[in-house]
């Protein structure tokens, strides 16, 4: 059954900086798509970032455009989502996600980021 850990998530000042980490067992990692969700309290899940199996293509939200970057290392099953100039706004559990047509999706349990003074 394949899984998804999701790590990294703090408490950080505006401005600040953080890397989140999200490492997959149980399923062929590099054959799976990546995806950053985020959800605030009272607000409906939004999609982050995206990045394709190879790493080559990403893709993200209006918001977070050259301040966030996706990565990933298939040699070690992991996606990363580095944050860069926090704000405020960008309090959310943050979630990693992996989809490959024709095949279930997985769901990481989430970690927490919080941006505040």
């Known amino acids: 059954q394949g899984q998804l850990v999701e790590s990294g998530g703090d408490l950080v000042q505006p401005g600040g900086s953080l890397r989140l980490s999200c490492a997959a067992s149980g399923f062929s990692f590099s054959s799976y798509a990546m995806r950053w969700y985020r959800q605030a309290l009272g607000k409906e899940r939004e999609l982050v970032a995206a990045?394709?199996?190879?790493?080559?293509?990403?893709d993200y939200a209006d918001s977070v455009k050259g301040r966030f970057t996706i990565s990933r290392d298939n040699a070690k099953n992991s996606v990363y989502l580095q944050m860069n100039s926090l704000k405020a706004e960008d309090t959310a559990v943050y979630y990693c996600?992996?989809?490959?047509?024709?095949?279930?999706?997985?769901w990481g349990q989430g970690t927490q980021v919080t941006v505040s003074s």
């Open positions: 996600n992996a989809r490959r047509a024709g095949w279930a999706a997985y």
């Open positions: 990045i394709s199996t190879t790493g080559g293509s990403s």
